[in-house]
């Protein structure tokens, strides 16, 4: 390996892999050559957009070098020392690149658009293992559409294309919630989404709704419809009650001889309390109707399949750490999900918060996220690996992956926080 060919490789990558987009395309950047034509290509890109409140965005593009041999650890040095000795160089020929895709992506939008203030960094690190990180940054404005109070991401990068060693993560400001997005991505984080390659976004793609949140944003969808329907209950009940009243008055009042005015109005208070009370009680009861369903169903299941995680005695956190410590200490993501029976998403989540506290731990293998306790032990258990998941890891490489490659793809997710 050459260093000449890593630095060739690298300033090429942004118009092969990270941005060279469809034919059309919004972001599509001019590029003459090839990384088949080089001796070496980074291992794997991530491209991070932190998008703020007013449409601009601050990007973040890492291409990370596996540095395995002495060869490659001298060639990648020099090319630190190249990036420290002339900055210069390196930020003007990618502020080009991305100003002409920023120019592109004007004419799709409407809107106007401008790249400003890159730098470049070129650095050893060990993740585990080592590896050589170039990293650019820089600021792209009005890259996201400011619409009332939402925020729309994704047309100035219509049709962006990620190979399977590429990943996409965009960001939004704390204040916000995420309203929709298209497609759906590869993990929910609780301020991002991402998007692990291969993945060819079609026309219209890759798309991005946040707004503020409301006041009511973090309440539990099942909460706000039994709220609904208490107040509808009770609007209903409190209705009938006064038409009841109305085409009774006559009658009453002449059975009487006579009204008297605190106590008709006590008794509509006290029939109002009553219907609110009765639509509450109706809601409760519908409730624990559901959770005696929820309950049997659970109970019919455990009948087949005893399960080791009860979901009536334990946070959702403490489901998941049971669950894995049950089947060994190490456990797909996905079989966390189907054994829990939650979405992809609500699983993602729970699992984000335990890695973010270091209760867990993560990685890919293959096309799979691997979820471990931080006291697993993969030598203890690596007559089960190599039968099992690393089987698995190789079928992912179409049947000739090695086990070191394996542990590339491994180490590079677990990097970018898949």
């Known amino acids: 390996m050459q260093r000449a060919s890593i630095l060739l490789a690298v300033l090429a990558l942004l118009g092969a892999v990270g941005l060279a987009l469809g034919a ?5 950047v001019p590029f003459e050559g090839g990384l088949a034509q080089m001796d070496v290509e980074p291992d794997d890109v991530s ?4 998008v703020r409140p007013d449409g601009d965005a601050e990007w973040t593009v890492e291409y990370r070098v596996r540095l395995a041999t002495d060869e490659e650890e001298r060639a990648f040095e020099g090319l630190r020392a190249d990036v420290e000795n002339d900055t210069e160089a390196y930020t003007t020929r990618f502020r080009d690149r991305m100003a002409s895709t920023a120019e592109t992506a004007e004419s799709a939008t409407g809107r106007n658009m401008t790249v400003s203030n890159a730098t470049v960094t070129a650095e050893r690190r060990e993740l585990p293992q080592a590896y050589g990180v170039l990293t650019y940054r820089f600021e792209w404005t009005n890259f996201a559409a400011v619409d009332g109070d939402r925020l729309r991401v994704g047309d100035a990068v219509d049709g962006l294309f990620l190979d399977d060693s590429s990943s996409l993560t965009v960001s939004w400001p704390e204040e916000y919630r995420l309203a929709e997005t298209t497609p759906d991505p590869s993990e929910v984080r609780e301020r991002s989404v991402v998007w692990n390659g291969p993945v060819d976004f079609s026309a219209g793609q890759p798309r991005i709704s946040v707004a503020p949140a409301g006041p009511l944003s973090g309440l539990p969808t099942a909460g706000l419809v039994a709220l609904f329907a208490v107040l509808v209950v009770a609007g209903g ?17 002449a059975a009487s001889g006579g009204g008297d005015p605190a106590t008709e109005s006590n008794a509509s208070a006290a029939d109002s309390a009553s219907a609110a009370t009765a639509g509450a009680a109706a809601s409760d009861a519908s409730a624990s109707d559901g959770d005696d369903a929820d309950a049997a169903g659970e109970s019919e299941r455990g009948s087949d399949e005893a399960s080791p995680v009860d979901g009536d ?6 489901q998941v750490l049971r669950l894995i410590e049950s089947e060994g200490g190490r456990m ?8 829990l029976d939650w979405t992809a998403a609500k699983t993602s989540q729970v699992v984000t918060g335990l890695r973010d506290k270091d209760d867990l731990d993560g990685f890919r293998l293959g096309r799979e996220n691997v979820l471990s306790l931080p006291d697993y ?27 070191e490659e394996g542990d590339r793809s491994d180490e590079r997710d677990a990097t970018d926080g898949g």
């Open 24 to 28: 059309g395309g919004a972001g599509a």
């Open 47 to 50: 491209l991070e957009v932190d």
């Open 237 to 253: 009940a409190v209705a009938y009650r006064r038409r009841d009243d109305g085409d009774g008055e006559e009658s009453g009042v």
């Open 313 to 318: 005695l334990l946070s959702n956190e403490e």
């Open 332 to 339: 797909k993501q996905k079989q966390v999900a189907e054994e």
């Open 377 to 403: 032990d993969p030598e203890a258990d690596s007559g089960e690996n190599n039968d099992g998941d690393g089987g698995e890891g190789d079928e992912v490489r179409g049947g000739s992956g090695t086990a």
